[in-house]
T-cell receptor
Framework: DTGVSQDPRHKITKRGQNVTFRCDPI?????LYWYRQTLGQGPEFLTY????????KSRLLSDRFSAERPKGSFSTLEIQRTEQGDSAMYLC????????????FGDGTRLSIL | AQRVTQPEKLLSVFKGAPVELKCNYSYSGSPELFWYVQYSRQRLQLLLRHISRESIKGFTADLNKGETSFHLKKPFAQEEDSAMYYCALSGRKTDKLIFGTGTRLQVFP
C-alpha cells in the first residue's frame, strides 16, 4: 500500500475554470478528510466523509466547492468558477475504523489560479 | 473558540542544543493533541500524540491542561530534525484536526 494518493500533484488553471481533484485513501480506511493549506498557514479542515456519507462541512466550503465519495472509496473535490483566493494546497487524509487512530495524509494537490 | 497557537514561525538552534517548540490551545472540553511533522519534500506525518505518552525520535510532549499547552521538546537537536512542525487538536465528537500555523525548526551543524 502506497498510502494516500492524490491526483494531480499540480494544477494550473485560469480564473473562472472548473477543477476537480481526486483522492485515493488507504484501502481499508473508511474515514476521509479534505483540508486546504495556504502559504504560511497550517492545514484547514474542509470536509469529512465516513464511508460514502459526508458528515461534516466547514464554512470555508462555499457553494462553489463540492466533494463526493460515491462508493466509499476514492473521493473527488470540485471547485467551480475558480477564484484567485482558491490558490492553495489541497490535502486529503484518511483514517481507519477507530476514530482515535491518526489520520494519514497524501502529498496534496497544489492549485494555482492565473 | 477552538484554536491552536504556535507563537514561533522559526526556531533556529545548533546541533546538540535543546529544543522546545511551543503550542497552546483553546478548546471547550478534552481534546486530543498531536504533533505532525513535514520534512522537506515529504508529506505531513504524525510525530506523536498525547494519549500515547511515548517518545518518537527523541521528542516528547506533555499535555498541561492547566496551561492549555502541549509543547514539543527534545534535549539534543540533530540536523535531521530540521522540518516544519505543526501542533494540532481534535475533539471527542469529531476527529477533524485543527492545526496551528506551524514552526519551522532549523538545526545548524
Amino acid at each position: 500500500d502506497t498510502g494516500v494518493s492524490q491526483d494531480p500533484r499540480h494544477k494550473i488553471t485560469k480564473r473562472g475554470q472548473n477543477v476537480t481533484f481526486r483522492c485515493d485513501p488507504i484501502s481499508e480506511h473508511n474515514r476521509l478528510y479534505w483540508y486546504r493549506q495556504t502559504l504560511g498557514q497550517g492545514p484547514e479542515f474542509l470536509t469529512y466523509f465516513q464511508n460514502e456519507a459526508q458528515l461534516e462541512k466547514s464554512r470555508l466550503l462555499s457553494d462553489r466547492f463540492s466533494a463526493e465519495r460515491p462508493k466509499g472509496s476514492f473521493s473527488t473535490l470540485e471547485i467551480q468558477r475558480t477564484e484567485q483566493g482558491d490558490s492553495a494546497m489541497y490535502l486529503c487524509a484518511s483514517g481507519g475504523q477507530d476514530p482515535h487512530q491518526p489520520q494519514h495524509f497524501g502529498d496534496g494537490t497544489r492549485l494555482s489560479i492565473l | 473558540a477552538q484554536r491552536v497557537t504556535q507563537p514561533e514561525k522559526l526556531l533556529s538552534v545548533f546541533k546538540g542544543a535543546p529544543v522546545e517548540l511551543k503550542c497552546n490551545y483553546s478548546y471547550s472540553g478534552s481534546p486530543e493533541l498531536f504533533w505532525y511533522v513535514q520534512y522537506s519534500r515529504q508529506r505531513l506525518q504524525l510525530l506523536l500524540r498525547h494519549i500515547s505518552r511515548e517518545s518518537i525520535k527523541g521528542f516528547t510532549a506533555d499535555l498541561n491542561k492547566g496551561e492549555t499547552s502541549f509543547h514539543l521538546k527534545k534535549p539534543f537537536a540533530q540536523e535531521e530534525d530540521s522540518a516544519m512542525y505543526y501542533c494540532a487538536l481534535s475533539g471527542r465528537k469529531t476527529d477533524k484536526l485543527i492545526f496551528g500555523t506551524g514552526t519551522r525548526l532549523q538545526v545548524f551543524p
